[in-house]
């Protein structure tokens, strides 16, 4: 069966240093992958999705990046951190050829 | 752009009773419509899908109906308990690869 860790599981960051969040996916292979924050109190918001190693849709322009160095990583990344990024960070992808999403335990990110 | 609304932040009703929460959107025309649970801390969990080409499906006390007309999709959860109460987000996919959420639905139960 598939599974999805994510870690860290909380972080706790000052405005302006970098950010890197891993998501990897095991019981799957090339697997569609997708990134999505959540502020406190408000829905799901795609930030990107890859349908493959290398491949990336950026769906909201800002000051995070996301990258696919294998089949089964996603990780997403920022240069310098924003109060604006504070959020809770969920990785998810689609369980088996369905289309439903199944998510990772997310990380909770607060910039200070 | 694309949108959904869900048509109220919160819903608060009795135990025993059908919660109906509303899921609308406008400029998509999704090849699928699903539902999903979300309890605090958590990521979602998913509940039901339903096809452009389908009306209604259920799942034990669950019932969804998709109107593509309408633009709209109703889930409900009959004989409510308090352990019902959650965040129940719907979200929009289509030919691409991309699912897009709303914003949710916050649902209480009380006893």
């Known amino acids: 069966s598939q599974t999805i860790h994510q870690w860290p599981a909380t972080l706790v960051q000052p405005v302006g240093s970098p950010l890197s969040l891993e998501c990897t996916v095991e019981g799957t292979s090339n697997p569609n992958l997708y990134w999505y924050r959540q502020a406190a109190g408000r829905g799901l918001q795609l930030l990107f999705y890859?349908?493959?190693?290398?491949?990336i849709s950026s769906e909201v322009p800002q000051n995070l990046s996301a990258s696919r160095p294998q089949d089964r990583q996603f990780i997403l990344s920022s240069k310098k951190l924003l109060l604006s990024d504070s959020g809770f960070y969920l990785c998810a992808a689609p369980i088996g050829l369905a289309s439903e999403q199944y998510f990772g335990p997310g990380t909770r990110l607060t910039v200070t | 752009s694309q949108k959904i609304e869900q048509n109220s932040e919160a819903l608060n009703i009795q135990e025993g009773k059908t919660a109906t929460l509303t899921c609308n959107y406008t400029n998509y025309s999704p090849a699928y419509l699903q539902w999903y649970r979300q309890d605090p801390g958590r990521g979602p969990v998913f509940l039901l899908l339903i096809r452009e080409n389908e009306k209604e499906k259920r799942k034990e006390r669950l019932k969804v109906t998709f109107d593509t007309t309408l633009k709209q999709s109703l889930f409900h959860i009959t004989a409510s308990q308090p352990a019902d109460s959650a965040t129940y987000l719907c979200a929009l996919g289509g030919s691409a690869s991309k699912i897009i959420f709303g914003s949710g639905t916050r649902l209480s139960i009380r006893p």
């Open positions: 890859s349908v493959g190693i290398g491949q």
